[in-house]
């Protein structure tokens, strides 16, 4: 079972940036698509950027431009880069591979207009 350990949130100021991590416990890591999901209050879980086995990276409009999905399989470690940060980016964000499996416990974050 692929267990996930979500980091790297906080508050930071509109405009700010965060990188985020999420470590997933087994070595078959490298062989999924893995995506980040956000759940702002109220609202759906949503995906908001995905990186396949081979590198290439698909993003939703929202963050396409802002946001950049990485991995290390080497570290069993997939990576959000968030720039130029919105309040409407305040969400818990969580990883997760594809097909899903159980979620993490995510990662907050909060941005301050």
């Known amino acids: 079972q692929v267990q996930l350990v979500e980091s790297g949130g906080g508050l930071v100021q509109a405009g700010g940036s965060l990188r985020l991590s999420c470590a997933a416990s087994?070595?078959?890591?490298?062989?999924?698509?893995m995506g980040w999901y956000r759940q702002a209050p109220g609202k759906q879980r949503e995906l908001v950027a995905r990186i396949t086995t081979g590198h290439s990276t698909n993003y939703a409009d929202s963050v396409k431009g802002r946001f950049t999905i990485s991995r290390d399989n080497a570290k069993n470690t997939v990576y959000l880069q968030m720039n130029s940060l919105k309040p409407e980016d305040t969400a818990v964000y969580y990883c997760n591979r594809l097909p899903l499996t159980d979620w993490g416990q995510g990662t907050q974050v909060t941005v301050s207009s």
């Open positions: 087994s070595s078959i890591f490298s062989f999924y698509t």
